[in-house]
């Protein structure tokens, strides 16, 4: 902290002159980029329309209410499409999200060089792009439905899951991992005896919280024909059937709930 003398007294600064000119003029900076960036979003808005929402929101919502509930005889069959998506894609995550998570992690890659950048490449590249986005690429691959759908969300999740799974791995006990060495077990008797039982925890909590996820996303594939629920919503959305939009909501909103609801209580038994 810069002490400044003045007449044989010492004053006290936070910081020094050129460190508050150097903050001022960073405070500068965002602010001249806030308003750059505002003058461009300006530009490519329609505000008659931004005023006009308001009016336009209550229009739809009275439209909407009351929901149309005898609808709901018809949402069997896509909200369990939807669950069956998130839950095998989910599966389908794991299983491939675990040699890929003891690929990558420093402690039991078989080759940092090679094998540990190929195992993250996969990490990030599955992390990196959009459960809707791979929906589309795989409608386009091999056809609209719930398949493309448990895909996507496979595809997805592999590289959440793998990522989180591999920290757990290197940051297990490696006490344990040296005790089961000095027995003269194998490599795949310390990984199923010394690092397994360590992770476990973390790979059913990572599981269960991947899955509450998976929930939301395959709500929304059926947007892209990716079926599920969202399917469901696109055609009353493209008919303008508001009461059944509002209708389907209400469902979406109770099946997250729900999944919250039991991923909290799974992950509050395994801690």
């Not at 090679?114 to 691959?141: E, K």
């Not at 929930?215 to 024909?225: A, D």
């Not at 909103?253 to 801690?271: H, P, Q, Y």
Request: proline share 4%; glycine share 8%; aromatic share 10%.
């Amino acid at each position: 902290m810069p002490v400044l003398e003045q007449e044989g007294t010492q004053i006290w600064r936070r910081r020094t002159t050129g460190q508050s000119l150097v903050r001022w003029f960073g405070w500068l900076l965002g602010v001249a980029v806030f308003v750059y960036c505002w003058q461009i979003i300006s530009a490519s808005t329609t505000w008659f329309f931004v005023w006009d929402a308001p009016r336009i929101a209550n229009d739809i919502w009275t439209r909407a209410t009351p929901p149309k509930w005898d609808y709901i005889t018809q949402l069997g069959r896509p909200i369990w499409d939807t669950l069956n998506i998130a839950t095998l894609g989910t599966i389908i995550a794991l299983f491939l999200a675990v040699p890929v998570a003891f690929l990558a992690a420093r402690n039991t890659t078989p080759s940092a060089v090679f094998i540990r950048p190929v195992a993250l490449l996969i990490i990030v590249s599955t992390r990196s792009i959009n459960s809707l986005i791979w929906a589309l690429l795989l409608i386009a691959i091999i056809g609209p439905g719930v398949f493309a759908g448990v895909i996507a969300i496979a595809i997805r999740s592999i590289g959440f899951c793998a990522k989180l799974l591999y920290e757990a791995i290197e940051e297990i006990d490696h006490t344990q991992v040296e005790a089961i060495t000095a027995t003269g077990a194998s490599r795949w008797q310390i990984m199923a005896y010394g690092i397994v039982p360590q992770i476990l925890p973390a790979f059913a909590g990572i599981a269960v919280f991947r899955w509450d996820i998976n929930i939301r996303e395959s709500t929304v594939l059926g947007l892209v024909g990716a079926g599920g629920i969202g399917l469901q919503l696109s055609a009353s959305l493209n008919v303008l059937a508001w009461p059944q939009v509002s209708l389907i909501l209400i469902v979406i909103l109770i099946a997250v709930m729900i999944s919250e609801w039991v991923s909290a209580k799974v992950r509050g038994a395994i801690i």
